[in-house]
């Protein structure tokens, strides 16, 4: 009987483009299936037993009862990420209300908590529907991930950095996402699957090339080799539990 395959869900935007690449082509993944989603997509997809294994938000933690961490990689950021952002036509204190961006648990808890604790506002928060990029304006910010801030920023007067905001609320880097599986996985898979992250990581300069169409080729070198850090180490893990410390029993 023929093997089942490993099934592996990954977030869909630029910032994960190395994982995929490295999965595809460096040869030391045989046997997977890859689907490519939004992070939220990632999250629920490991919850309801759809895959096996994602490169998933790290608050999906909170709804897992049973689940494990890979090791070494993930997608975080030292201070700035550019690409996690909170828009405003008004400074922080004048903010009454925050659409939050559907996409991601992550980003949409931690701009709960630094609204909370390193801001100290009271917002009401609206869970975003497709289109509300453009509902925001005067004392209603929105949150904003992924590929879409890349032509965002010009448009606001305010732009928060949610990364930057935590590290200098905490001191800490901020981990968006890891790779978790939701069953124990055999030592050859995870062996394997730490070559072809790391294959691909080493290799996220050949990415850039093929994204020259559509983006500015020094943003998008200057956003996978400086503003995305891969490598998941303890200054990481000590901010990864405490975000998801203070982050317990937020919507």
């Not at 920023?153 to 732009?159: E, L, S, W």
């Not at 200057?222 to 901010?239: V, W």
Request: contains cysteine; hydrophobic residues 40%.
């Amino acid at each position: 009987m023929k093997k089942q395959p490993l099934r592996i869900s990954v977030v869909s935007y630029i910032n994960s483009m190395p994982f995929v690449y490295g999965i595809k082509k460096s040869g030391f993944m045989k046997n997977y299936s890859l689907s490519l989603d939004v992070p939220s997509v990632c999250g629920e997809k490991l919850m309801k037993g759809q895959v096996d294994i994602g490169l998933a938000p790290v608050a999906t933690l909170h709804h897992l009862k049973k689940y494990f961490i890979l090791p070494d990689f993930c997608i975080g950021a030292v201070g700035a990420v550019s690409s996690v952002m909170l828009y405003s036509d008004v400074p922080l204190h004048e903010i009454k209300n925050i659409f939050l961006d559907n996409q991601s648990r992550t980003s949409a808890l931690l701009v709960q908590i630094l609204a909370k604790y390193h801001w100290k506002i009271k917002p009401d928060f609206i869970h975003a529907q497709k289109g509300y990029e453009k509902k925001i304006k005067g004392n209603t910010a929105g949150l904003i991930i992924g590929d879409r801030n890349f032509k965002m920023k010009k448009k606001f007067v305010h732009v928060y950095d949610l990364s930057e905001e935590w590290k200098h609320y905490t001191g800490l880097p901020f981990v968006f996402a890891c790779w978790i599986s939701n069953k124990k996985l055999d030592k050859n898979v995870t062996d394997a699957l730490y070559k072809a992250l790391k294959f691909g990581v080493d290799n996220r300069n050949k990415i850039v090339s093929g994204l020259e169409k559509k983006y500015d080729k020094r943003l998008m070198r200057k956003y996978l080799n400086e503003y995305i850090n891969y490598h998941f180490d303890a200054p990481k893990y000590k901010a990864m539990e405490l975000f998801l410390k203070l982050g317990k029993g937020m919507v």
